[in-house]
């Protein structure tokens, strides 16, 4: 009981978010007869408050233990990771203000959701135990479906809540059975406990079976091939804030859990950095075919697409591949380039979701032929695009070039040469598909006179905002370092 | 003083920021001023570093360095410049005939609407140059070399309202894909192999180690397929002929006197590495020597004025890389400087003809398309009426068919030479022959531009007049370097000292040693100097027997099999198209239809089996899942139309397909353990 | 065969008996009462391995709760009650090959693994280290739990609920 006491001090962030949970929820009851746009504001309001106090809660030095009995590690991955997650929901939430398909929505629950996914994503991310792990991967994801359906007139969004139900539970529960297999194998949910008893004795074929499983219960979250079957389907079905909320806050956390339970739980640290895996089963063979398949398949079927969002949903496929070769690396230098490309993958990402909600809210459409003529309508917003998009395609002087450089660099070092390699060619194949946006919205010529468009002033601080870490973050090197070095005190290893 | 080097990039970079972020409001005065300015002051500054630092005793192996903040920690790579005499005179080259092109284009662009941008553009573009030629590591470098591209692309569909143009750009974006993917891994496999990225420190290690091939051929070869890419060598020059469309200053500043020569510069600063891996060397010289023939026939028949040039360029290139690979890096940048001279001079002074044409077309209320007003067929006597455009090109075309004193004759004089010296006869052929055809081509360009009578029309040719001293007055500045620049080089054979090779050789063999002069061979260099004058004037004299009374008599040859084939570049565009292009998006359609439609046909063949079972009750759903949710939303009263239509089939098949998936994982996994 | 195992393999037959009625049967009411056999079967489980807890909270919770639940909302739904489903068999090859594989993959796994297995001794009663765990050791997933159960609530209600406002 003390110990939970002495806990709860480190898990403010937490606590200021479910905090936060309550006071919407009853405000949300008590506002009921208010109009819409007032009862909007004070929600958005509230929770924006709440983010705000969690975010700057989740900064400074992380403490190094571990939290509640051994549940949750205070370590520097979750330290870097909190702030993360805290920053990706305020930026859906300001986002959904500006999206045109929740215009006139209630707010009350989506804002309830998103505080509750956000501190589920945090224990996700902090999780090293594995029914932390399941409860808090289950939470997001029964939050998540919720948030794609959120728009329960429009039958896509239902569609693709249904599917991304269905999937979450296949995926889920393959993930469940899989934890209970190696509940079975150790006798200990801890994963530190798991990594001593799997060090202790090897496990056999039943370890091959239980990797398989946890990887799929992990692949859904990340999409990652063959994993990846609802994530075109979802993005396009859920309204565009919440898909790039998915594109962002559930990946990273997807491979938060990806590194606590591969590099903590079955693999243990070497010298100068390096993790060998334990248990009797080499599994970096494992991620390598998924990194190299997830990489391959997303860029070349984003190729063919002509609707923006689905475009967006393989290229958040194909990112995952190439952030997987980071978690190939088996070395603490992997670690730092996941998380660092993680942060970088945020502003990118989730920038060229706001140029889709902001083209949206003018043209009505995501498709790809909605998007031509924007030079005359919008030169900012297109120069903005280019810049997201450059970003996303790794060319410098953008920062998504320091994302992929770590991450191919890490694999460099680990002997993985030919696979940065595939990684290398792989980003020449997307340099097609991005390039194709970027000429339909300033070549191709609109229908008709289009009249200019005019941002908000939430809209031009929101670009300013997302823009400016793609541009100067090239300069920040260091900086970058010091949070992945961060990133990489893992619980065991501080 | 030394402090003061990051000054040099950075003063265009701030001059991009203010006329990209506010130039609108600036109006087109201050717009120019901002960019000619800073580039000036930039030119100002390296002058300063060039006469204080470079100019005394021993000023050669003189070495600037600043590093600015801790860039990569853990690569160890800083945000350092370094200007050594090779990064010297490239900052020269780069920022003085740069404001020359900066001041010329303030004429050029006087009437287009993107007046500001263009300028913005064209000052980052000089920021990332600048970055490229002073980087003191491959990652800055690299950094310069991508933001070079990026401006080049803007630059290249600057126009983008034209369809070629916005086409262009986005070719020479994705052929650069492919050269900049070879970069990279030279970089990653360089600091795999020496653990720095800093050129001295890898250069250093290389000499000191004496490597050789080995890693040392692959990162040469990986850097020279990026060279390739950025410097449009076979089989990557293909964008650069089509980057023709952006505005002729573009063409000018980006695509003939500095960015395309980037890779030339890349080779010559790893040189020490390059004289260590002889197989990378061999292919840079055989690459570079069939460029400058391939490129040489097809400018033979073009008939627009600044494709004549773009493939020149190409061809020219394609020397400076056989002077590199030959080993004769001091060459090759000595060409570069050269060339810089006379093909911004050409490039300008077609920008200047293409001015004056559209306006006489204009000014006479015609409305022909723009390719019209480039083709060299509708021109001709522009002498008469743009005296100043045609004689500097005329000086120009002189200096780059090899005459002697101007300057292309010492440097390309000097690239045969050492081609010849060291041994490499055949190569030494094919150059020699790409020379007669630069003579002929570039005579013909002459002749049919300014010599004999306009073809035009009378309507237009009234109008016709020079262009404004802004963008004269460069031309004459450049025509004199045209004549001038050579001086710097003049061989040992001809009572020169090689001053610029002495000047360039500590920077190049920065760590190393210099390979040992050859026994000089006067008689034999004089012969062959002899032959070359004599190759040139061939050129020339067969280009005025030709043209000189039938300008446009090629048309006449529209029946020959060879014509065609030159004049559509031996359809390597098309061959291209026909096999990487559509090989990539076939494959893609392939892959995507794995992951799509394989599942879509499951679920067709799962739909008529359903349909076959299916109750006729119209309540009835098809399957476990719409009936499991049909169940929960009947009994919580919702409507449960909303969920019908969900195509239920696909999930089931997409379990299955995942479901296998694993399976197959776990074999792998068996099997690889 | 001992009386235990004939209980166990009794229990078996009933559970794979019902479910696959639920699976495959037509008429919805029957489907529910095949699935309490089911759930029941569950609970004869968890007896089995000595969870007296759980094996209690199985058949109070989901047998006493939810199930009741849904039959009365079968009941009281009547256009509900006599609808016939019918269940289209999808990719009935691909499916048995893979869940053929899945199932000896499995099976050589359970055969080859030397499972932890825990110390047999004498059952006791489970309830109360049960209780002491959740609010010690496991506080936080029992509270994360309570989240997650609030949410879902909150999502249930809202997917189902027809628009109130404009």
């Given at each position: 009981m003390s110990d939970a006491l002495a806990s709860l001090g480190r898990f403010l962030p937490e606590l200021l978010l479910m905090g936060a949970l309550a006071v919407v929820i009853v405000a949300d009851l008590a506002t009921q007869a208010w109009s819409l746009a007032r009862s909007r504001n004070l929600l958005v309001g509230l929770t924006l408050a709440g983010l705000g106090a969690a975010f700057v809660a989740s900064l400074?030095?992380?403490?190094?233990g571990s939290l509640f009995a051994s549940m949750i590690a205070d370590d520097g991955l979750l330290g870097v990771l909190r702030p993360l997650f805290a920053l990706t929901a305020i930026f859906t939430l300001l986002f959904s203000l500006r999206a045109k398909e929740l215009?006139?929505?209630?707010m009350g629950e989506m804002v309830a959701l998103l505080l509750t996914v956000t501190a589920a994503l945090m224990w996700m991310a902090g999780s090293v135990n594995l029914v932390m792990i399941y409860l808090s991967l289950e939470t997001v994801s029964v939050a998540s479906y919720i948030m794609v359906g959120?728009?329960?007139?429009?039958r896509l969004s239902n569609e693709a809540s249904l599917k991304y139900i269905l999937f979450g539970a296949v995926s889920t529960g393959v993930m469940l059975f899989g934890l209970s297999l190696l509940y079975g194998l150790t006798?200990?949910?801890?994963l530190y406990g798991v990594r001593a008893a799997l060090a202790a004795e090897d496990a056999g074929p039943a370890l091959i079976l239980v990797l398989l499983l946890v990887a799929g219960g992990i692949g859904f979250k990340i999409a990652a091939?063959?994993?990846?079957?609802?994530c075109p389907d979802v993005y396009t079905g859920a309204s565009t804030p919440v898909t790039a909320f998915l594109s962002v806050g559930p990946k990273a956390a997807g491979f938060a859990v990806l590194i606590r339970f591969f590099y903590s739980g079955i693999a243990q640290p070497g010298a100068d950095g390096t993790f060998a895996a334990v248990g009797?089963?080499?599994?970096q063979g494992l991620i390598i075919v998924l990194a190299v398949v997830t990489m391959t398949l997303g860029n070349v079927a984003a190729l063919?697409?002509?609707n923006m969002k689905r475009l967006l949903a393989y290229s958040s496929i194909a990112h995952a591949g190439t952030i997987l070769i980071g978690a190939a690396a088996l070395s603490s230098e992997g670690i730092g380039a996941i998380v660092t490309y993680l942060v970088i993958y945020l502003f990118m990402n989730l920038g060229a979701f706001l140029v889709v909600i902001l083209v949206h809210r003018v043209?009505?459409?995501?498709?790809?032929?909605?998007?031509?003529?924007f030079w005359k309508r919008s030169p900012l917003l297109t120069v903005a695009m280019g810049i997201f998009l450059f970003s996303l395609m790794g060319i410098?002087?953008?920062a998504g070039f320091f994302a992929k450089l770590y991450v191919f660099a890490a694999a460099v070092e680990a002997e993985l040469g030919w696979l940065a390699v595939v990684g290398v060619l792989n980003s020449a194949v997307a340099a097609f598909y991005y390039i194709k946006v970027l000429r339909i919205m300033a070549v191709d010529p609109g229908d008709g006179e289009l009249p200019a468009l005019r941002f908000s002033r939430l809209d031009g601080a929101l670009l300013l905002a997302l823009v400016t870490p793609n541009v100067v973050?090239?300069?920040?090197g260091g900086a970058l370092e010091q949070i992945s070095e961060i990133a990489q005190r893992l619980l065991d290893l501080a | 003083m030394n402090s003061l080097l990051w000054l040099i990039p950075a003063i265009p970079g701030l001059g991009a920021a203010v006329n990209g972020l506010f130039g609108r409001h600036l109006g087109k005065r201050a717009s120019a001023a901002i960019a000619c300015g800073s580039v000036a002051a930039s030119f100002l500054l390296a002058l300063g570093f060039f006469f204080t630092?470079?100019?005394?005793?021993?000023?050669?192996?003189a070495r600037v360095e600043q590093s600015l903040f801790e860039w990569i920690p853990s690569m160890g790579v800083e945000w350092a410049y370094r200007l050594d005499s090779l990064s010297m005179v490239m900052t020269l080259v780069v920022t003085g005939i740069g404001l020359l092109i900066h001041i010329y284009s303030v004429g050029y662009m006087s009437?287009?609407?993107g007046f500001s941008r263009f300028f913005a553009y064209l000052n980052l573009f000089t920021f990332f140059m600048l970055n490229l030629v002073l980087g003191a590591n491959m990652l800055l470098l690299f950094i310069g070399w991508e933001g070079v591209g990026l401006c080049s692309y803007l630059l290249i569909g600057f126009?983008?309202?034209?369809p070629a143009a916005a086409q262009a750009g986005k070719k020479a974006f994705i052929v650069n894909r492919i050269g900049d993917a070879g970069f990279i891994l030279a970089v990653f496999l360089t600091f795999v192999t020496f653990?720095?990225?800093?050129f001295y420190g890898v250069m250093g290690e290389i000499a000191s180690a004496d490597m050789q091939g080995g890693v040392l051929t692959a990162i040469g070869v990986l850097l020279f397929v990026g060279a390739a890419g950025k410097s449009a060598q076979?089989?990557?020059?293909?964008?650069l002929p089509d980057a023709?469309?952006?505005p002729t200053p573009v063409s000018a500043l980006i695509?003939?006197?500095?960015m395309v020569t980037a890779g030339v510069y890349m080779v010559a600063r790893s040189g020490v590495l390059f004289s260590h891996a002889p197989a990378a060397l061999a292919l840079v010289a055989t690459v570079g020597a069939l460029t400058a023939i391939f490129a040489a026939t097809i400018a033979l028949?073009?008939?627009d004025i600044k494709k004549v040039l773009a493939y020149s360029t190409v061809s020219q290139l394609g020397y400076m890389f056989l002077g590199a690979g030959v080993g004769a890096f001091a060459a090759a940048i000595f060409h570069l400087m050269t060339h810089a001279f006379f093909k911004a001079c050409l490039f300008l002074g077609s920008g200047s003809v293409i001015h004056a044409m559209e306006h006489a077309e204009h000014a006479s209320g015609g409305h022909r398309h723009y390719t019209e007003m480039q083709d060299?067929?509708?021109?001709?006597?522009?002498l008469r009426h743009m005296p100043r455009t045609g004689w500097t090109f005329i000086v120009a075309t002189i200096a780059i068919a090899g005459i002697?004193?101007?300057?292309g004759f010492f440097s390309k004089d000097e690239i045969l030479w050492k081609t010849f010296e060291h041994g490499h006869f055949v190569l030494w052929g094919i150059a020699a022959a790409a020379a007669v055809m630069t003579a002929f081509y570039m005579s013909r360009q002459v002749i049919m531009t300014?010599?004999?009578?306009?073809?035009?029309?009378a309507a237009m040719e009234k109008h016709l007049h020079e262009s404004a001293p802004s963008m004269t007055v460069p031309l004459v500045i450049l025509a004199a370097g045209s004549v001038v620049a050579g001086f710097v080089g003049v061989p040992s054979a001809l009572g020169g000292s090689y001053r610029l090779h002495t000047f360039l050789e500590p920077a190049i063999y920065a760590g190393g040693q210099a390979p040992p002069a050859m026994p000089h061979n006067y008689a034999l260099e004089y012969a062959l100097m002899a032959l070359s004058v004599a190759l040139a004037a061939a050129g020339i004299w067969f280009a005025w027997r030709r043209?000189?009374?039938?300008?446009?008599?090629?048309?006449?040859?529209?029946?020959s099999g060879a014509y065609r084939l030159l004049l559509n570049k031996y359809y390597v565009d098309e061959i291209y198209d026909a096999t990487a292009v559509n090989g990539t998006l076939r494959g893609g359609e392939g892959l995507y239809r794995l992951d799509q439609r394989v599942v879509d046909g499951a679920v067709n063949g799962s739909a008529r089996v359903t349909m076959l079972s299916?109750?006729?009750?119209?309540?009835?759903?098809?399957?476990v899942v719409d009936r499991a949710v049909n169940l929960v939303a009947e009994i919580l009263g919702a409507a449960s139309t909303r969920f019908?239509?969900?195509?239920?089939g696909l999930f089931q098949s997409y379990a299955l397909l995942m479901l296998l998936a694993v399976v197959l994982l776990a074999g792998a996994l068996v099997l690889w353990s | 065969m001992t009386a235990a195992q004939v209980v166990f393999y009794g229990a078996c037959l009933v559970m794979l008996g019902s479910a696959l009625y639920v699976v495959l049967g037509r008429n919805l009411v029957h489907c529910a009462f095949a699935l309490v056999a089911t759930l029941v079967g569950v609970a004869a489980f968890y007896v089995f391995l000595g969870a007296d807890f759980l094996a209690g909270a199985q058949v109070l919770i989901y047998v006493g709760g939810i199930l009741t639940l849904l039959l009365f909302g079968v009941m009281l739904t009547n256009r509900i009650y006599d609808l016939k489903i019918s269940t289209g068999a999808v990719q009935v090859f691909p499916g048995a090959v893979a869940a053929g594989l899945v199932f000896a993959v499995l099976v050589w796994i359970i055969r080859s693994v030397d499972w932890n297995a825990m110390d047999t001794g004498a059952p006791g009663p489970t309830s109360e280290p049960l209780g002491k765990l959740l609010i010690g050791d496991y506080l936080l997933p029992f509270e994360i739990a309570s989240v997650l159960l609030l949410i879902a609530l909150m999502g249930a209600a809202m997917l189902v609920r027809r628009r109130t406002r404009p």
């Open positions: 400074g030095e992380p403490g190094g215009d006139g929505a209630r959120y728009r329960s007139s429009d006798g200990t949910l801890d091939v063959p994993f990846h079957f609802w009797g089963v080499d599994w063919l697409q002509t043209t009505g459409t995501f498709e790809l032929e909605g998007y031509a003529g410098p002087p953008f973050g090239i300069l920040f | 630092r470079f100019l005394a005793e021993g000023g050669a192996s009437h287009d609407g126009w983008f309202e034209r653990g720095t990225l800093d076979i089989p990557l020059y293909v964008w023709m469309e952006g695509h003939a006197a500095t028949f073009q008939t060299m067929r509708n021109m001709g006597g522009l002697p004193p101007l300057a300014f010599l004999g009578d306009f073809r035009g029309g043209y000189r009374n039938a300008p446009t008599r090629d048309a006449s040859l529209a029946g299916a109750d006729l009750s119209d309540l009835s759903d098809r399957n019908r239509r969900l195509q239920s | -």
